[in-house]
């Protein structure tokens, strides 16, 4: 059996001093090893052990358990002994190692599927915790680029559409735009992504090439709507003008590339990237409102701030 034969899952998702209904698995040098047998407990010794060794984050349990798994989160997000915010974790962390999964998969296709039920499972927790939403977005406020990045900036956005009133079917479409707003980076080199440090003008353009990429990668999908089209290939133009790759402005970028604009630009800010330091989510606010005011859609703007002093990040 290879590691296609499993799926990613975060320890974090598993439920200590409870039978464990699937085994869980480690990839280690490239082999899969038992880490916990079906029916055995996830001690908080095992979990401790584990951490001192710092042997990653890299779970599996087997494909043909995904659906047994799936029914586990959900037993958990209906739980009455689990409270908002841990559930707000735990969905979190499910939801990141599927997207881990995805965007290593070459097929497409496939994590535009499989990204469904995580957009569907974000609204229906927004719906019954509206509280606990900002649990949702990364605590550890590092690693820029990912799947964290694109997790974050449709927990943003989600929250913006619906201060901006759209309905159940928008939203869910602008989670599959955001989630998929830099799917181009995947035809980017990781050298570039990961580089510490400024880019150089030939690095530059390679990796302002990622809405064109992105396009690319999305016409193969014929099913896609045009926002979710339009968002990944617009996301980095201005309102005022001057972005990339078309330089248009104002209401000629569609709307969800707006909205997306400006969760990227606030999660940029936001997150340790390789090389600067976090800015907190006041001053990135501050930096919005003062300085780039003119790049963002003034209502979308405005709004922003209702949703971010709800959702407060919580690296502040
Ligand atoms: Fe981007
Ligand atoms: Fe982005």
């Keep these: 059996m290879d590691t296609k034969d499993y799926f990613r899952i975060r320890l974090s998702t598993i439920r200590p001093d409870e039978p464990s209904p699937f085994a869980i698995y480690i990839l280690i040098d490239g082999k899969m090893i038992t880490y916990l047998n079906e029916g055995d407990v996830l001690t908080p010794e095992k979990v401790q052990a584990l951490h ?58 496939i994590a535009l599927e499989e990204s469904k039920p995580i957009i569907s499972d974000l609204l229906q927790f927004m719906d019954t915790a509206p509280g606990s939403i900002g649990n949702l977005i990364s605590l ?36 599959t735009a955001s989630l998929f707003h830099d799917i181009g980076k995947r035809n980017v080199s990781i050298d570039i992504l990961c580089k510490r440090g ?40 201005s309102w005022s003008g001057g972005g990339y790759p078309q330089d248009i402005s104002g209401q000629e970028i569609h709307p969800f590339a707006r909205i997306v604009a400006l969760t990227d630009t606030y999660d940029a800010m936001t997150t340790q990237r390789s090389y600067n330091i976090p800015m907190k989510p006041t001053e990135a606010l501050n930096m919005m409102k003062v300085k780039l005011a003119a790049k963002f859609d003034p209502e979308m703007l405005k709004a922003m701030y209702s949703v971010l002093f709800k959702m407060e990040k919580k690296t502040g």
């Excluded at 992105?214 to 996301?235: M, Q, T």
Aim: overall charge negative; hydrophobic content about 35%; proline content about 3%.
């Design 198 to 237: 400024p880019l150089d003008e030939n690095e530059w353009i390679q990796m302002r090439m990622h809405p064109q990429f992105g396009l690319k990668i999305l016409n193969e999908h014929p099913g896609l709507s045009d926002a979710v089209r339009a968002a990944c290939y617009e996301h980095h133009e």
């Design 140 to 175: 550890s406020g590092h690693d820029f680029y990912t799947y964290n990045h694109s997790f974050d900036v449709s927990i943003y956005s989600l929250g913006l559409g619906q201060a901006l009133g759209f309905d159940k079917a928008m939203l869910s479409e602008l989670g």
């Design 52 to 109: 001192q060794k710092d042997s990653g984050e890299s779970f599996f349990v087997l494909n043909e358990r995904k659906a047994m798994y799936r029914q586990y989160i959900k037993d958990a997000m209906n739980s009455n002994l689990i409270t908002n915010d841990n559930k707000a974790i735990i969905l979190r962390e499910s939801s990141i190692a599927i997207l881990e999964d995805l965007f290593e998969n070459p097929d497409v296709g």
